[in-house]
């Protein structure tokens, strides 16, 4: 299993709602990792989990806060929004520590902050 | 910013043409490694090159590493319509678990 998979694909909300963006991946990968990307623009990173400890954050604002409840899953919870924010959220994972494999990404999470 | 940059921003060629695009970047390295994303989709890791290689091949691409000039590029050869996507340089800082991603090429294959 080569996958990491995203869940919701598609995500609205208003500014005042709670949601939580969802990943898993079987790999064995104990590096876990949070970008965001804007149209037409690279991915951001945002956090970065090792080994189920936050490594990185990348100044990330508080209204986005992670969890990583074991070493398959990575959540990001957002909670009062702003339109700006709207954006495609991509979770991957990576294999080898600090640095020097590849990033396994999934197809995202599409989020429209209303 | 610890970005890298990438040029062209857009390319457009005709199928079986050649496409080379490339990177630079700004800080010390343990790799660097191409991505490939379709519109609107996840990223796909395409090829690893690592800081003490200079060039490598994979199928229809060529990478090379000048770490000396903190550049990299990738060729891809014999272009198909299929190609059309965004590639991205991502590097590998040392000691550390961050990937920094280019600035990204837009690159349309012309049936």
């Known amino acids: 299993d080569t996958e990491v998979t995203q869940t919701p694909k598609h995500l609205v909300m208003g500014m005042t709602n709670k949601k939580s963006l969802k990943c898993e991946q079987h790999?064995?990968?104990?590096?876990m990792y949070w970008y965001k990307q804007k149209a037409k623009k690279p991915p951001e990173l945002m956090f970065v989990y090792s080994y189920e400890k936050l490594s990185i954050n990348e100044s990330v604002p508080s209204r986005f806060s992670p969890e990583c409840p074991n070493s398959s899953l990575l959540n990001l919870h957002l909670h009062a929004l702003q339109p700006e924010d709207s954006a495609l959220y991509l979770c991957a994972s990576s294999q080898a520590p600090r640095g020097v494999g590849y990033l396994f990404f999934g197809e995202g999470s599409r989020l429209t902050v209303l | 910013s610890q970005q890298g940059e990438e040029d062209p921003q857009a390319l457009s060629i005709q199928e079986g043409e050649n496409a080379t695009m490339n990177c630079s970047y700004k800080?010390?390295?343990?790799?660097l490694q191409w991505y490939r994303q379709n519109s609107g989709r996840g990223l796909v890791h395409l090829i690893l090159?690592?800081?003490?290689?200079r060039e490598k091949h994979s199928g229809r691409l060529r990478v090379t590493l000048d770490t000396s000039k903190k550049s990299s590029s990738l060729l891809i050869t014999a272009s198909r319509a299929a190609d059309t996507a965004s590639y991205f340089c991502?590097?590998?800082?040392?000691?550390?678990?961050?990937?920094?991603f280019g600035t990204g090429t837009r690159l349309k294959v012309l049936a």
């Open positions: 991502a590097t590998g800082l040392s000691g550390t678990y961050k990937y920094i």
């Open positions: 790999m064995g990968h104990r590096a």
């Open positions: 800080t010390s390295i343990n790799n």
């Open positions: 090159i690592r800081s003490n290689e």
